[in-house]
């Protein structure tokens, strides 16, 4: 049998190794879960989380994180729910038309265009000016309105 010293105690290598495992795993937490099969694109409600006892990597622990968030893939009733598995809800379906607007100092130049992708509050899209056909890169906001900058 293998003995171990530590701090001047004597101890077998078993008990060394087995103290090391438990000390080793991570601890049992309360994760957040779908309740059903929530399909991609949808908007995520307080009744499609559910709370189950496990450890995932990256999976959320707080239903508050995702309440209100919209589902980026479909999320799998049971299944641990990821940060990247969900953003914030789309304010431009593709291929709306919305405002197209471009400020430099003291202009203001704002015309309609048309949203070549969906998008959420933040997100770079491509938006063609319908006056010029002209496809040009914006930013949209929480208005859902595309804001160019050069």
């Known amino acids: 049998m293998l003995f171990v010293l530590v701090k001047n105690i004597?101890?077998?290598a078993i008990f060394?190794?087995?103290l090391l495992l438990i000390w080793a795993m991570p601890a049992a937490a309360d994760m957040v879960v779908a309740a059903r099969t929530i399909p991609a694109r949808s908007v995520i409600a307080p009744e499609d989380l559910a709370m189950q006892e496990?450890?995932?990597?990256g999976a959320v622990t707080d239903p508050a994180q995702l309440i209100g968030q919209e589902a980026l893939v479909a999320l799998y009733a049971g299944r641990p729910i990821r940060l990247a598995d969900v953003g914030p809800p789309?304010?431009?379906e593709r291929n709306a038309v919305i405002p197209l607007i471009y400020q430099s100092g003291g202009l203001t130049i704002s015309t309609e265009g048309r949203a070549m992708d969906r998008a959420s509050p933040g997100d770079l899209i491509r938006v063609m000016n319908l006056s010029s056909r002209t496809t040009v890169t914006a930013r949209i906001d929480e208005t859902g309105a595309a804001h160019v900058s050069y």
């Open 10 to 12: 004597v101890f077998p």
């Open 54 to 57: 496990g450890e995932a990597v």
């Open 90 to 92: 789309a304010v431009v």
């Open 16 to 18: 060394l190794a087995a």
